[in-house]
């Protein structure tokens, strides 16, 4: 399987401030389609996981503007420009190029 | 409005046998794959099982396959999981998703399964 990997697992950040979070994969994510199938969900205390990113860099209606995803083959990241305060909650990776589609050990977003 | 409602957790003991459901609205189901996903309390996510459009393709984790199966009654808007020989490694939050190329975009809150003696 797929191994996903994450870092920080633990993102304390101040309010209006920048915030990244890595994803690494144990393979490349390129699809025999041509595309990369990573994507970024959000869970917040007591919610089922939102997603905010799909194929990389794509946003979700509703998303707001200051989170972005980038990367390539097996390096990806989310950035978050200025984190506000309903950011707060665990964010996790997930790649669904390789069956078993796998996630991220996940990150805590905190405000300092 | 787009809704999946999953129902039919419940505490099982160790070798026993349950079965979830998944109730979908406000959205055309047949013509999604649907999934089911599953998060232990306070730790991570681990896709289960996934199934096509009429039910023709399915697929599964390894530590699931032979004991549990994914199936859909699309005159219902329904999705199951019949989970069998349940471990107490299974216990989790089991989430029922919507799919929507390699990914999931709507994801239901979920029913608690705890295998336990």
């Known amino acids: 399987d797929v191994v996903m990997t994450q870092s920080p697992l633990s993102l304390p950040v101040t309010l209006g401030q920048p915030a990244s979070i890595s994803c690494r994969s144990s393979q490349s994510l390129v699809h025999s389609d041509g595309n990369t199938y990573v994507i970024w969900f959000q869970q917040r205390p007591g919610q089922s996981p939102r997603r905010l990113l799909y194929?990389?860099?794509k946003r979700d209606s509703g998303v707001p503007d200051r989170f972005s995803g980038s990367g390539s083959g097996t390096d990806f990241t989310l950035k978050i420009s200025r984190v506000e305060a309903e950011d707060v909650g665990v964010y996790y990776c997930m790649q669904g190029t390789h069956w078993p589609w796998t996630f991220g050990q996940g990150t805590k977003v905190e405000i300092k | 409005e787009v809704q999946v409602v999953e129902s039919g957790g419940g505490l099982v003991q160790p070798g026993g046998s349950l079965r979830l459901s998944c109730a979908a609205s406000?959205?055309?189901?047949?013509?999604?794959?649907m999934g089911w996903v599953r998060q232990v309390p306070g730790k991570g996510l681990q896709w289960v099982a996934t199934i096509n459009f009429d039910g023709s393709e399915k697929y599964y984790v390894d530590s699931v396959k032979g004991r549990f199966t994914i199936s859909r009654d699309n005159a219902e808007n329904s999705l199951y999981l019949q989970m069998s020989s349940l471990r107490a490694d299974d216990t989790a939050v089991y989430h029922c998703a919507r799919l929507v190329m390699h990914t999931s975009d709507f994801w239901g809150q979920g029913a608690l399964v705890t295998v336990s003696s």
């Open positions: 194929e990389v860099y």
């Open positions: 406000g959205f055309t189901f047949s013509s999604y794959w």
